[in-house]
């Protein structure tokens, strides 16, 4: 089971952290992404991170603003989402699949999924 938490009301510019906890199994061998989906909209691809070695990834849209990381100790991987726009406003969602690096983008790499949790950005 993925838990995915810390999404909310934010202002145009502003910051939250996004967390995908995880007590029923563990993150090593795997990939942790993070993808969001607006109404009317597909599910996109933000960030991915492979478990072991640290690997990243990121959508063009989010690059130089989120920043996605991990703590080993709490089996957690975080996404630091700073500079919000209203754009960003969505549902995310973390993951986790064992994707090869050309398919760290696609939903379809990704096997077990968490809750979504709503970000707004307000202007």
């Known amino acids: 089971q993925l838990q995915a938490s810390g999404a909310g009301l934010v202002q145009v510019g502003g910051s939250l952290r996004l967390s995908c906890a995880t007590s029923t199994r563990t993150f090593s061998g795997y990939a942790v992404g993070w993808f969001r989906q607006a109404p009317g909209k597909s599910r996109e691809f933000v960030a991915a991170m492979r478990w072991n070695g640290g690997t990243t990834v990121y959508a063009d849209s989010v690059k130089g603003r989120f920043t996605i990381s991990r703590d080993f100790a709490r089996n957690t991987v975080y996404l630091q989402m700073n500079g919000l726009k209203p754009e960003d406003t969505a549902v995310y969602y973390c993951?986790?699949?064992?994707?090869?690096?050309?398919?760290?983008?696609?939903?379809?790499?990704?096997?077990?999924w968490g809750q979504g949790t709503q970000l707004t950005v307000s202007s």
């Open positions: 993951a986790v699949g064992r994707p090869i690096l050309s398919t760290f983008r696609q939903p379809e790499a990704y096997t077990s």
